[in-house]
């Protein structure tokens, strides 16, 4: 495995993130040594559930979204869940931190619905992706290419679709990082 011990992630997610989108992950950057922030919009504990109906574990964030400055960090990860992102999505400063991330030629790793923000950052226009299926209408919308695979990589941003996927998503997002890490 790769040592991430430099790598500085940043998460955004609120009441309604998918657990497992959220924390499977982020113990996959954890055990490789990454430096991981949790963002949200308040510093209450948020909610995760379980396929959009049990309530699950809570986390609590370490900063709230206006206390983000993106150059502080290499990667962002958004968790998936209907409500997560459906709540971020209409947060400005969500909006705005996904946008300077992808301006910045950051990686940018998205599972599940959290794609809606790359909607609405309207940063996907020409880029290959994939989500849950009930999102990759709007995808298409936006000028993106769908396609229905585990995990795309197109140049900075790693799209999955699924829980189902997270091994995959995470092997992909740990690999960008050792990649990105190497570069610098």
């Keep these: 495995m790769a040592d991430l011990t430099n790598a500085r992630v940043l998460i955004l997610a609120?009441?309604?993130f998918e657990e497992s989108e959220l924390f499977d992950p982020r113990q996959a950057l954890l055990?490789?040594?990454a430096q991981v922030t949790?963002?949200?919009i308040k510093t209450d504990p948020i909610q995760g559930v379980v396929n959009d109906s049990e309530k699950a574990r809570t986390i609590t964030p370490d900063l709230t979204l206006d206390d983000v400055d993106t150059e502080q960090f290499d990667m962002l990860l958004l968790p998936g869940g209907v409500g997560n992102p459906d709540k971020l999505r209409i947060e400005e400063r969500a909006v705005e931190i996904v946008s300077e991330f992808m301006d910045d030629d950051?990686?940018?790793?998205a599972i599940c619905h959290a794609p809606w923000l790359l909607v609405e950052a309207d940063v996907v226009d020409g880029r290959r992706v994939t989500s849950w299926p009930s999102v990759r209408t709007d995808l298409e919308n936006a000028g993106a290419d769908v396609v229905?695979?585990?995990v795309v990589i197109d140049d900075n941003l790693i799209t999955s679709r699924k829980p189902d996927d997270i091994p995959a998503f995470s092997k992909a997002i740990l690999e960008a990082l050792a990649s990105e890490l190497a570069e610098a």
């Design 31 to 33: 055990d490789a040594g």
């Design 14 to 16: 609120t009441d309604g």
């Design 106 to 109: 950051k990686i940018v790793a």
């Design 148 to 150: 229905d695979e585990e």
């Design 38 to 40: 949790l963002a949200s």
